[in-house]
């Protein structure tokens, strides 16, 4: 009897200072604070580019989850790199920094025309749009009625973009609307939404953004109105567009999954991140309107805000 | 049973008294330790967070700087810090030290500046136009500006809280020290007086029924052990003054038997000495003062006187005491049983083997 009263008494001292220890390990503060340092890129890691257009964090955290999909399919890390300018991805695809990119059309057909890169799939978006197309607009209780009351007016434009940049610089052209005394203003912005935001408040009297930004825009702005003038030709929307020494390789890889990921659940869940439907193929041929603006732009390529020559058509060199 | 349950009621209510104690302690420590712990995980680690922040805010201003020198073009970088330096801040946001009058106004504009500043850096991120991205620098680095002043104001404030918190709770510990050297000491006098209790509840009544065992010892059959503790030394006590009582009324029966015996033989001697005594005076007168016959009438006389005298102290004993008489055998001690009580000293009993007579001549 006494024993067991002693094993009871000695069960119970145990698990006491059990718990004790237990608490005290337990009470212990953790860190709780994101790592400051990125983890190094594996030598055999896939580099995608990004170019961000409204929300950089955004765009890395959606594409991360396609990248990572891509990875596990490809059995390699596969990394997304986020790019601050559209120089910075044409200066990562000539030092084979990049693999390739996800790019808008005007950069793309840069990429090539200068480094041979291939494009090779575009998404298509949950309401079955893969293209964009450049508006030039203004606000509702504008008196602009066309493009030829512009002369002497503010225009909001964006640098080195095909519907900020090179459409209405196209336009302007044709009206001989860039130097002399019918001149307009230009006012360069940051962001197609910077550039509805001026137009909205003022500081410019027209503006010029692709038109699914534009519609994003005016969603969430209903007391915003405004006014379309003129519209261009539909190019592809955000393409891959992969360096020619990989793109019949790596690329047709890459191309192969995207293009039936919308099959798999883990693809939906990834296109999903993104807002697509699905990738649908993507040929060169899509990027000809650029190439007819391209064509006459003439001299007022210079304020596109791209460095090197303009890009010519295949054939036409 | 009655000492059991009573030595087991004081043992474990002694043993509840430590325990409690113990878990009063504890749970009193505990407490403290609670507000360390809540020190170090609210005012020291807001203080080590901000201080976080203020480094993270000065490696994107670092990653502003490669940008705007064209040393880097990739913004992984700049966003993950730009992510950690928002969960850092949304970890700030979550202790109340926040949320004290002293801090809130801080706090609220070091939110904003956070916001600020991401928005610039974000906005950095897409500005194709030098002069735009030039804009968006100068406003980020300006938000930095004001991010590090009110940061340097919030770990101030913080730590000045933090401090206060801190000599307070030391404060508390000193008097909680205190308290519980003045508790212990308390229940170290109260188990001290528990056990001198059991110990007195033990040896008292054990020290009574020994004195009486002495006595009984010693032949005092009078003597009666008192105890009032209803227990089983009580039991002990009473079985003992029976004993003693029935020893005495054994004593008191032997006595009054001797002194029965005593009387007859005083009775029936004293008859037989007065006819011998008549015999020798009338010897004495036919003699004619031969002195050999007055030598033999006077050994008769002191025999008879002796004979008599004996029986008158059988009359006056008050007690039994025995004294050897030859191997084996014992006879009563008749100039020690006759004498008062306070004279009688059982230590003093000489272990004889003398049968008390005296031979004389005429035998």
Redesign the interface.
Known sequence: MRCILLLLLGVVLGAGLYA?WQ??VR?Q?SS?????T?PATPDNAIRIGLI??????EL?RSYKVLTDYLGRKLGRPVV???????E?VL??LREQQIEGAFMGSLVGLLAIDRFGAQCLVKPELLDGVSTYRGLIFVRQDSPIRDLDDLRGRSIAL????YAGTLFPLAELVKRDLINGQRAVRIV????HD?VMEAVASGRAEVGAVKDLRYQAYVATHADHRFRILASAKPVPNNALVMRGDVADTLGRQIAEILLNMHTDPEGRTALAAISARRFIPCARAEYDPIYEITETIGPAWSLV?TSGPVPRRPGAR | MLLRRKLVWIFGSLVALLLVTAVGA?WLL?GV??EL?HL??HAW?IVK?SN?LA??IS?VEIELYE?ELGR??????L??????MQ??VN?VSRSYVTELPENRAVFGRIRDAVSRF?VHV????????P???AH?RREASAAAVGLRRDILLLTQSVGAHGEAEQADLTNRFRWLVLGLTIVFLAVINISIIALLRMTGMILKPVEKLVQATRELGKERFDWRVELDQKDEFDELARAYNSLAAQLQANEQRKLEMLGQVALTLNHELNNAAEIIELQLQLADRQAGGNPAMDRCARQIRESLNRMTRTVELLKQVRRIVLTDYVSGVKMLDLERSALPDEQNDPARAVNSAGNGTDAGPCG
Not at chain 2, 72 to 77: G, S, T
Request: hydrophobic share 40%; net charge negative.
């Open positions: 004790l608490w005290t009470g503060p709780g604070v994101l790592p400051t990125m961000p257009e409204h929300d950089v964090l890395r997304p790199v986020t790019l601050s300018t559209y910075a200066a990562d964006l640098r080195a973009t360069w912005m940051g962001t910077e805000g | 504890i505990q330790l609670r712990h170090d995980t680690a967070q976080r480094t993270t490696m940008l880097q073009r990739h913004l992984d970088r966003i993950e810090l730009v992510e950690s969960g850092e970890g991401a974000t906005a950095l991120g897409t500005a194709q136009d002069e735009w991205a968006h």
